[in-house]
């Protein structure tokens, strides 16, 4: 790690140590280091792949077998086999344990957060391992729905009432979970400091939460590419952050 990396290793465990609360909020960046694709930019999975416009609630709604057929493609891009969580989520589940970090609140429907320990996460877009019945709410694991559509079974139903299954996700056109983006709204309000991590700070109204988090504490952005929320931040890192994050960890004890 280069000097000027170090300097924001050092200066972040400062910060996280004197925070009363602090809180870090995860984009796609934070998972490409465990091999899922980012979805934004000019290689990610949204311009090269696949149309944000076949994830839409309208396509799943009028066209829920095509839906289907293709959330089972994104899926299998999405989540390629061996998928672990990275050095990045672990330092964040170590923070959490010592009582440095207080939650994690995340973009990423991958639960790698949770996989790598953490305890307090905040999914604003849901998790892609589950699917949810659009008829008596009962949530179940998502692998027997993409089996059933690999099998030329689409859409798949739920085996308690028979309703429609979708995604356990957030999509396109649907808000983000009320009781989710209110955990969030007051973490961001209530932290010192906000680590933002990995997120492009583009998709809103969970990319606001940054600025709410600037209004009353010490925002940090780490992330390799410029966002809209840089000048408000005290601390913009360019850096990758599977290797960051265990650096900071180790830090935060040296304080």
């Given at each position: 790690?280069?000097?000027?990396?170090?300097?924001?290793?050092?200066?972040?465990?400062?910060?996280l140590?004197?925070?009363?609360?602090?809180?870090?909020?995860?984009?796609?960046?934070?998972?490409?280091?465990?091999?899922?694709?980012?979805?934004?930019?000019?290689?990610g999975?949204?311009?090269?792949?696949?149309?944000?416009?076949?994830?839409?609630?309208?396509r799943?709604?009028?066209?829920?077998?095509g839906?289907?057929?293709?959330?089972?493609?994104?899926?299998?891009?999405?989540?390629?086999?061996?998928?672990?969580?990275?050095?990045?989520?672990?330092?964040?589940?170590?923070?959490?344990s010592?009582g440095?970090?207080d939650?994690?609140?995340?973009?990423?429907?991958?639960?790698l957060?949770?996989?790598?320990?953490?305890?307090?996460v905040?999914?604003?877009?849901?998790?892609?391992?589950?699917?949810?019945?659009?008829?008596?709410?009962?949530?179940?694991?998502?692998?027997?729905?993409?089996?059933?559509?690999?099998?030329?079974?689409?859409?798949?139903?739920?085996?308690?009432?028979?309703?429609l299954?979708?995604?356990?996700?957030?999509?396109?056109?649907?808000?983000l979970?009320?009781v989710?983006?209110?955990?969030?709204?007051?973490?961001?309000?209530?932290?010192?400091?906000?680590?933002?991590?990995g997120?492009?700070?583009?998709?809103?109204?969970?990319a606001g939460?940054?600025?709410?988090?600037?209004?009353?504490?010490?925002?940090?952005?780490?992330?390799?590419d410029?966002?809209?929320y840089?000048?408000?931040?005290?601390?913009?890192?360019?850096?990758?952050?599977?290797?960051?994050?265990?650096?900071?960890?180790?830090?935060?004890?040296?304080?």
């Amino acid at each position: 790690m280069d000097a000027a990396l170090e300097s924001d290793a050092a200066w972040v465990a400062r910060r996280l140590r004197e925070a009363d609360t602090a809180v870090a909020f995860t984009g796609a960046g934070m998972s490409t280091a465990s091999g899922i694709p980012d979805f934004r930019g000019d290689d990610g999975i949204w311009e090269t792949e696949f149309d944000p416009a076949s994830f839409h609630r309208d396509r799943f709604v009028n066209d829920p077998e095509g839906f289907w057929r293709d959330r089972v493609r994104l899926q299998e891009r999405m989540f390629p086999d061996g998928v672990e969580p990275n050095p990045g989520h672990d330092a964040l589940s170590a923070l959490e344990s010592r009582g440095v970090l207080d939650a994690v609140v995340t973009q990423n429907t991958d639960g790698l957060h949770r996989d790598a320990g953490s305890d307090r996460v905040v999914e604003l877009h849901g998790n892609a391992a589950e699917v949810v019945c659009e008829d008596c709410g009962a949530r179940t694991d998502a692998d027997p729905a993409f089996e059933a559509v690999r099998a030329g079974d689409a859409p798949p139903t739920c085996d308690d009432c028979g309703g429609l299954l979708k995604p356990g996700v957030v999509l396109f056109g649907e808000r983000l979970p009320r009781v989710a983006y209110s955990e969030a709204n007051r973490l961001a309000g209530d932290a010192d400091v906000f680590l933002s991590l990995g997120s492009s700070l583009t998709v809103h109204p969970a990319a606001g939460l940054a600025g709410r988090a600037a209004e009353s504490g010490s925002l940090v952005v780490v992330n390799f590419d410029a966002t809209q929320y840089d000048d408000r931040a005290d601390r913009v890192v360019r850096g990758d952050l599977a290797a960051f994050l265990p650096e900071v960890e180790k830090r935060v004890e040296r304080v």
